[in-house]
């Protein structure tokens, strides 16, 4: 998926379907949101021509939602009993509640359509449902209520700090605990949409060919890091010279710390743990000749991993296994660096996909820290003397990175710890395009 979702134009100038589809579409990804199913997912199962609107509207929805919530809440004290008449008036709401003064500048949906025309809008979505068409008189007459009140009943929600953040309650107090300084600038670099990052493949092209490429066809790039290419207008993937080659892969920048980390050499035998889609797998074999077999608990993702590399044209071996249960698919060989890219909240890359911050609850930080050692642990079985171990985690909270390798040097007496970049927080709005990257976690140990 584009790091960045294309953005749709007014309904009335050339959008591939009424406002009301793309409305009905978003709050069906919603509903299913609330329901525990990832929004990839949910635009998934989208009709392919109105994929690319939903996908817009959808992720400013997720950056709106606890404004959306709360003033749904104001409006409508009594929870709607159809889960989709719920999710299209948060739909709704989130187009057109006041955000933060940066709508327009990021490109997000909200700003393409004026408020009366959501109404509009979504009185048709819920009149073409036989199951909403009863509450399209609850839809319209909220909506307007709102925009005519709007300067109280935003006033009203001054103190709410799920409204004010557009995070989850939980989410905001954790930050403020952990980053008592900059926690603010956190949560505001969290709701802004990230910049779309490619990794040049030098296996193919160097990163100055796949810039001059892009170059010849108007596109605007930037460059970032050693490997890096930031684009920056954004647009599908596939339409982006070089993808059907495989010069380059889609990477944040943060992420392409990994591989030059462990500094593998050709000869090597590597071991990249929870592999699954492949990018940082790329990336090693990207770096030299070397062994590398990748593992990933869920054979469906798994698969990802082949395509890509297919299309990178880069071979590994692939297994599908439970890293935890080293027995069943180690072969006793030792590994001379081990890549642990372990679960974690994805705390970290929210900027690029916004539903995260609404899936999590707070206790899944505590349980994926007990799953995070078990792995951790597990791993450091098939490290050779002499060899590395890089702990990766894609999250801002200290519960799954600077604690972690706190911990697993206590636990481990034979781990020294080597110099890598520890915490590193998503980069704010001000940052120039080539230095902007997402939060990520970073610890490497050697097996002495």
């Known amino acids: ?101 940066m709508e327009q500048a990021a490109g997000s949906a909200g700003a393409h359509y004026a408020p009366h025309t959501v109404v509009d809008q979504a009185v048709r979505a819920a009149s073409g ?92 790039v930037a460059p970032a890091g050693d490997d890096g290419i930031v684009v920056l207008q954004p647009r599908p993937v596939q339409q982006l010279p070089g993808f059907a080659e495989g010069w380059w892969s889609v990477q944040d920048a943060g992420a392409q710390l990994a591989a030059p980390l462990l500094q593998v050499k050709d000869g090597m035998r590597v071991l990249d743990a929870c592999a699954a889609p492949g990018g940082k797998t790329a990336h090693l074999l990207e770096q030299a000749d070397i062994d590398l077999l990748a593992i990933d608990v869920d054979a469906t993702r798994l698969r990802r991993v082949d395509e890509n590399l297919a299309r990178l044209g880069l071979t590994a071996r692939t297994m599908a296994a439970d890293i935890a249960d080293v027995d069943a698919w180690w072969d006793g060989k030792p590994f001379d660096a081990v890549l642990a890219d372990v679960p974690c909240s994805a705390s970290g890359i929210v900027r690029r996909h916004p539903d995260i911050r609404w899936l999590r609850r707070e206790e899944d930080v505590t349980r994926t820290a007990v799953l995070q050692a078990r792995l951790a642990d597990a791993l450091w079985r098939v490290v050779a003397p002499g060899g590395k171990l890089l702990y990766v985690t894609c999250s801002i909270f200290p519960a799954e990175g600077a604690r972690q390798a706190e911990a697993f040097l206590t636990r481990h007496s034979d781990a020294t710890r080597l110099p890598a970049p520890g915490q590193l927080l998503p980069s704010p709005v001000s940052a120039p395009p080539g230095e902007q990257h997402d939060g990520f976690f970073y610890a490497l140990f050697a097996k002495v």
């Not at 050339?14 to 299913?32: E, H, R, T, Y």
């Open 129 to 220: 449902q036989p199951s909403l068409a009863s509450y399209k008189g609850l839809v319209n007459g909220s909506l307007r209520r709102f925009l005519r009140e709007r300067d109280a009943i935003m006033d009203g929600l001054a103190n709410n700090g799920e409204a004010t953040w557009n995070h989850p309650s939980w989410w905001v107090r954790r930050l403020r605990i952990d980053y008592p300084d900059n926690w603010q600038d956190l949560l505001r670099t969290a709701n802004r949409q990230a910049p779309l990052t490619l990794r040049a493949n030098r296996r193919k092209m160097s990163r100055d060919a796949v810039l001059a490429a892009f170059n010849e066809q108007g596109i605007a």
């Open 1 to 101: 998926m584009s790091s960045t979702p294309p953005r749709p134009g007014p309904a009335t100038t050339g959008q591939s379907a009424p406002l009301s589809d793309i409305l009905l579409g978003a709050a069906k990804a919603l509903q299913a949101v609330l329901a525990g199913t990832s929004l990839t997912d949910a635009i998934a199962r989208t009709p392919a021509a109105n994929r690319p609107a939903v996908q817009a509207v959808s992720f400013h929805v997720m950056r709106q939602l606890g404004r959306a919530r709360a003033v749904k809440q104001a409006l409508i004290p009594r929870n709607p009993t159809d889960p989709l008449l719920d999710a299209l008036l948060l739909v709704a709401f989130a187009l057109v509640v006041p955000g933060d003064g």
